[in-house]
């Protein structure tokens, strides 16, 4: 295979791996507000607090493999987005902070609960803006006229839909974490956030391709939407069985995949419209990538890590596999 091709794939399996693990977590924050019973909020820190900070571990290795396999991609990435990406990177420090000071604190507790709150919105939102931007197309001339060229509306939508879809994913998690009203409540959030996201991913995709002719061309020049058509209905699919599933409670764990599912058909949408650039009309994969030399040092990196990283994600969770029972006590 060819060694720029496939570290193209490890990018993509760590950024999808971190959307759907660390987007639960996000999740949780987002939907924090609308929990506040006696107990409530406890529980929903407990339900991730042995998992949210292994779960970005995927953003730093993603970040790791775009530095060193992509160079050139990194560099005009992080320079056009430095500022919301320092924006994320605060707000993932304040939730962090969050998490440690929230169960320790009396007093300052709804100073935390606020933190913890609007750290994971705001994160959420960048990454959807950062997308949206990287997607919708930066001119590099336009930045240097205007710092501010990549807050678009299509890209303020981007984030939204983000924060929507991060918030289903959390909601679902809760779904299959809890019991009682937590529960009950977290299928009535879900429910509705199932709704919002397919018309956020209906508006996002329609505006994509009325406003690019590139992207418009790769899905419906020829006989492509049809090959291409089991993505939105396998989309509509989900969406579906996971609204149905929200309502039985004998199969609990099936709304979260569902909803990953609905995550991972439109990451593999995005792919296929954007593919092989990694900055829209400006680098493909291959302009981008490091010497063939380094592409080969770092597969040894890649073969231990890699492995490593899923294995301990896989334990992790396997050990605080059940429900959240007493939120004091955790698991």
């Not at 042995?50 to 990435?77: K, M, Q, R, S």
């Not at 993932?92 to 604190?105: N, Q």
């Not at 019991?179 to 991913?201: D, F, N, P, S, T």
Request: proline share 4%; hydrophobic share 55%; with cysteine.
């Amino acid at each position: 295979m060819d060694l720029v091709l496939f570290y193209f794939l490890i990018l993509g399996f760590a950024v999808l791996m971190y959307v759907l693990l660390d987007g639960f977590d996000l999740g949780v924050g987002i939907l924090y507000p609308w929990f506040d019973q006696a107990g409530e909020r406890d529980h929903l820190m407990r339900s991730i607090s042995h998992v949210w900070d292994g779960n970005e571990t995927w953003l730093v290795f993603g970040g790791v493999v775009l530095f060193a396999a992509f160079p050139a991609a990194y560099a005009g990435i992080l320079s056009t987005f430095y500022l919301p990406i320092i924006l994320m990177l605060f707000a993932l420090i304040f939730r962090g902070v969050a998490f440690e000071y929230r169960f320790k604190a009396h007093r300052s507790r709804p100073y935390w609960d606020f933190a913890f709150s609007a750290g994971s919105a705001t994160a959420a939102f960048c990454q959807g803006l950062i997308l949206g931007s990287i997607v919708q197309g930066i001119n590099a001339s336009h930045i240097q006229l205007d710092s501010w060229y990549w807050l678009s509306p299509f890209a303020i939508l981007t984030g939204f839909s983000v924060m929507a879809g991060y918030a289903l994913l959390g909601a679902s998690y809760l779904y299959m974490k809890s019991r009682g009203r937590i529960q009950q409540h977290a299928a009535y959030l879900a429910k509705r956030l199932v709704l919002v996201v397919m018309l956020a991913m209906l508006l996002v995709s329609m505006w994509t391709v009325l406003s690019s002719e590139d992207i418009r061309e790769r899905w419906f020049a020829g006989m492509n939407f049809l090959y291409l058509s089991p993505l939105p209905l396998l989309c509509i699919l989900f969406a579906v069985l996971a609204w149905q599933g929200l309502s039985d409670t004998a199969h609990e764990i099936r709304p979260f995949w569902y909803a990953a599912g609905i995550f991972a058909l439109g990451f593999v949408g995005l792919v296929v419209s954007l593919f092989p650039y990694l900055m829209p009309n400006q680098l493909t994969i291959w302009e981008a990538a490091a010497p063939d030399s380094s592409l080969k040092f770092l597969v040894v990196g890649i073969v231990i890590f890699v492995p490593l990283i899923l294995a301990y994600t896989l334990w992790g969770y396997r050990v605080f596999a059940g429900k959240v029972e007493d939120y004091q006590e955790g698991y």
